[in-house]
């Protein structure tokens, strides 16, 4: 009987798909097994660097589609194996009886069964063989891994943005690596932290600005395209830039994190601070809407959204009393589940707003409480600048050896020494994309290393304070929130020992007294944007215009 075949061909790493190992071997068994017995081949269905573990497999999921068709465009599925098909016994019973409600029976080269119930039980027994062999290979391999990354060495995947693959040894014929800087990555990787803190002269900017910032610069991810929010949020969320990459974290098959005590942790280095990292996290935990929703700031309750209860850290909110002649700033957590979730407490709205306005103007910005405040700040920059003026030392270095090297290309064309063909007219774009990368960056690290210590001068101090007192006092709500918003962080209210604790970013100072200018033009620094998690795109946020 002259049968329409189709067969599935797999091998279960990209590695066996690239050096073409098992695939030919497995079509030529296939072509001689059809030849003998007189079948014909009608669709092949090849399946590169895919596990049968699960049917998470596009080829395999297209021919059981195809099987299970009104068109019946094959009768039997010939596989090398059965493990070829699947390494699982329920999944592989579940397609198997599928397929065969459409007449179509699934056949293995190298292990013939029968149709009937005997046959049936053979072929299950085969099954279960292939599942315990294939949870006994995954065990072994990844306790082999673990001990890879317990010497810290790389375990084979593509290295995280930012870095590079170098080898470390050699082990026989095994090359060990280990993950090393790529400094023109890295470079964008800091860009991204440093966006993500203290922004560009409008605060720290949300995952959707930092997107099209990167973006609108021109610069592109490893394959040269543009960013992605989720690609930013990865690498925010990604502890590997702040020295410490964890191998062994998520379950490959359900995506969830292991336990804890099944990390195991792999010394890298570090691209940023762990400081920083840990700094960037705490935004990404508090700004998330449901923490801090964008209508409390966009609100007309001054302190809402940065004012905490010390009892249980929970927010204050309005409460209002006597038809609303009376406002408070009361424990949200205590007015949602009651007395016995928080005690709660409560402060006259206008008591803490005219105490916390006070400690702006009279303490913080005080001339002499400013300049104390900015010397740790202007050290910090100072040896940061020193850095970079050596990262740009090192891109120039590097864009000199790009543009010899293409002087070289162009002066074999124009000789007639080399010819134009697609492999070199490659290389001679990719030589000029990592001129413009590195020229890109230059311009980039240039803008940071200002001498600060110059900047901020004891007369921009005291404009800067002026300015702002200024605005506090005599400024609409908006502006007011505004300024606020920008200095603070957060209240901490202890009504019960008397006490109110404010703090914010010096950061936030510091760019405030380089930036006056703006002050003087009348625009309102906007407030922090919020954070979403999972790479979503931030709230839309508004700048209050100046009164006219």
């Known amino acids: 009987m002259n049968l329409r075949v189709a067969i599935y061909l797999r091998v279960s790493t990209v590695r066996q798909a690239v050096k073409d190992l098992s695939i030919p071997d497995q079509r030529n068994q296939a072509d001689a097994y059809c030849k003998e017995k007189g079948w014909t081949i009608v669709r092949e269905f090849v399946e590169p660097g895919a596990s049968a573990t699960d049917d998470k497999r596009p080829m395999f999921q297209e021919m059981i589609e195809a099987a299970c068709s009104k068109e019946q465009p094959f009768d039997l599925i010939l596989v090398h194996s059965f493990s070829r098909f699947f390494r699982e016994l329920y999944s592989f019973e579940f397609y198997a009886r599928r397929v065969q409600k459409h007449g179509v029976r699934i056949e293995s080269i190298t292990q013939q069964t029968s149709d009937d119930p005997m046959g049936q039980m053979v072929r299950q027994i085969f099954a279960v063989f292939d599942e315990y062999s294939s949870k006994e290979n995954a065990k072994h391999t990844l306790s082999a891994m673990k001990e890879n990354a317990r010497q810290g060495f790389w375990n084979g995947a593509s290295p995280p943005f930012g870095y590079r693959l170098v080898e470390a040894e050699r082990r026989g014929d095994k090359i060990k690596k280990r993950l090393d800087i790529d400094p023109n990555e890295a470079e964008i990787v800091r860009e991204i932290f440093r966006l993500a803190l203290t922004g560009d002269g409008t605060g720290p900017l949300g995952i959707k600005n930092i997107t099209t910032y990167l973006n609108k610069k021109g610069f592109t991810n490893r ?112 007015k949602r589940k009651g ?23 009279q303490h913080i910005l005080q001339p002499d409480r400013l300049k104390e405040l900015l010397t740790k700040l202007i050290h910090k920059v100072t040896e940061d600048a020193k850095v970079r003026k050596s990262r740009i030392k090192e891109f120039r270095t590097s864009l000199v050896d790009v543009d010899l090297r293409l002087g070289r290309l ?23 994309a990592k001129k413009e990368d590195h020229l890109k960056l230059i311009a980039m690290s240039s803008r940071r290393t200002v001498d600060v210590s110059k900047v901020l001068t004891l007369d921009k ?27 603070i962080n957060d209240i901490e209210v202890n009504k019960p020992a008397g006490e109110v604790c404010i703090s914010g970013p010096i950061a936030a100072v510091e760019h405030g007294i380089c930036n006056i200018e703006e002050m003087d ?13 999972q790479g979503e795109s931030n709230p839309r946020y508004r700048r209050e215009r100046p009164a006219s």
Request: charged letters at 25%; proline letters at 5%.
């Open 339 to 361: 007395k016995t979730a928080c005690s709660g407490q409560s402060v006259p709205m206008k008591k803490l707003d005219d105490l916390v306005l006070d400690a702006l103007t």
């Open 410 to 432: 162009y002066e074999g064309i124009e000789t007639g020494g080399l010819e134009l063909d697609d492999q070199l007219r490659s290389r001679i774009n990719s030589l000029k």
């Open 223 to 334: 394959q040269g395209k543009q960013f992605s929010m989720g690609h930013i949020h990865r690498i925010l969320k990604k502890e590997t830039y702040a020295g410490t990459h964890f191998f062994n974290k998520r379950d490959s098959k359900t995506d969830q994190d292991k336990p804890l005590e099944e990390w195991i942790p792999v010394k890298v280095p570090h691209i940023i601070t762990h400081q920083d990292w840990e700094l960037t996290q705490k935004h990404l935990k508090e700004r998330r809407p449901e923490n801090t929703a964008p209508r409390i700031v966009n609100g007309p309750t001054l302190l809402v959204g940065l004012a905490k209860c010390s009892i249980c850290g929970g927010g204050m909110t309005l409460r209002t009393g006597k038809g609303g002649r009376y406002r408070y700033y009361s424990c949200a957590t205590c």
């Open 521 to 533: 033009s009348g625009k309102v620094p906007s407030f922090v944007q919020k954070w979403r998690p």
């Open 461 to 487: 101090i005291n404009l800067f304070a002026d300015a702002v007192k200024d605005r506090l006092q005599n400024g609409n709500n908006a502006f007011r929130k505004a300024y606020v918003r920008l200095f």
